[in-house]
């Protein structure tokens, strides 16, 4: 829920250096929230060690979550044998987006297969430092964030990020 503290939290956070932004890998936050999942039971980071992953910030509202929703979804059914995970971190702008139901619905109708988790805390949000839907985040399989992209485009560029760290030992 975005309230006047959550704004006032993330000016404030926008001021200090953030570790999220260096140019080398640094250890990810944990994706674990209060609540529900879909299409998986509860995941943590520690569980997926030795797989690559991306973490995408999006919310069934948002017109430019919408427009990256092919490439994931893509980058889901070409990869996910190769030892990538994806998992959808759907944390709501607006109200209605925060009805599971909805969010059920969404995946339903459109396909999206991968593990998301409902975060209508903003605890994982939070946790991320993140301020922006969509954003994408790839983590190598030692669990460190090493890519991250906000917005629309650099699919390609995305992409071959994913292909240069599911070659990594």
Same mark, same amino acid.
Not at 85 to 107: N, Q, S
């Given at each position: 829920?975005?309230?006047?503290? &959550?704004?006032?939290?993330?000016?404030?956070?926008?001021?200090?250096? &953030?570790?999220?932004?260096?140019?080398?890998?640094? =250890?990810?936050? =944990?994706?674990?929230?209060?609540?529900?999942? $879909?299409?998986?039971?509860?995941?943590?980071?520690?569980?997926?060690?030795? #797989?690559?992953?991306?973490?995408?910030?999006?919310? $069934?509202?948002?017109? &430019?979550?919408? &427009?990256?929703?092919?490439?994931? #979804?893509? /980058?889901?059914?070409?990869?996910?044998?190769?030892?990538?995970?994806?998992?959808?971190?759907?944390?709501?702008? $607006?109200?209605?987006?925060?009805?599971?139901?909805?969010?059920?619905?969404?995946?339903?109708?459109?396909?999206?297969?991968?593990?998301?988790?409902? =975060?209508? =805390?903003?605890?994982? /949000?939070?946790?991320?430092?993140?301020?922006? /839907?969509?954003?994408?985040?790839?983590?190598? #399989?030692?669990?460190?964030?090493?890519?991250?992209? $906000?917005?629309?485009?650099?699919?390609?560029?995305?992409?071959?990020?994913?292909?240069?760290?599911?070659?990594?030992?």
């Amino acid at each position: 829920m975005i309230t006047r503290r &959550n704004i006032l939290l993330a000016g404030i956070a926008a001021m200090l250096p &953030n570790p999220l932004l260096a140019q080398s890998c640094v =250890d990810a936050p =944990d994706i674990s929230g209060t609540g529900p999942w $879909f299409n998986s039971s509860p995941l943590s980071l520690a569980q997926l060690r030795r #797989k690559v992953v991306l973490v995408e910030f999006w919310t $069934f509202g948002c017109y &430019n979550c919408r &427009n990256v929703e092919p490439y994931v #979804k893509q /980058w889901h059914t070409r990869y996910a044998s190769e030892g990538l995970v994806v998992i959808g971190v759907h944390t709501p702008e $607006f109200a209605h987006e925060a009805d599971p139901r909805r969010v059920r619905k969404y995946l339903n109708e459109n396909g999206i297969a991968y593990p998301v988790v409902l =975060d209508n =805390d903003y605890a994982i /949000w939070n946790r991320w430092s993140n301020r922006y /839907w969509p954003a994408m985040y790839l983590l190598n #399989k030692s669990g460190e964030m090493c890519y991250r992209h $906000f917005g629309e485009g650099r699919h390609a560029e995305t992409e071959a990020r994913i292909q240069r760290l599911l070659r990594e030992p």
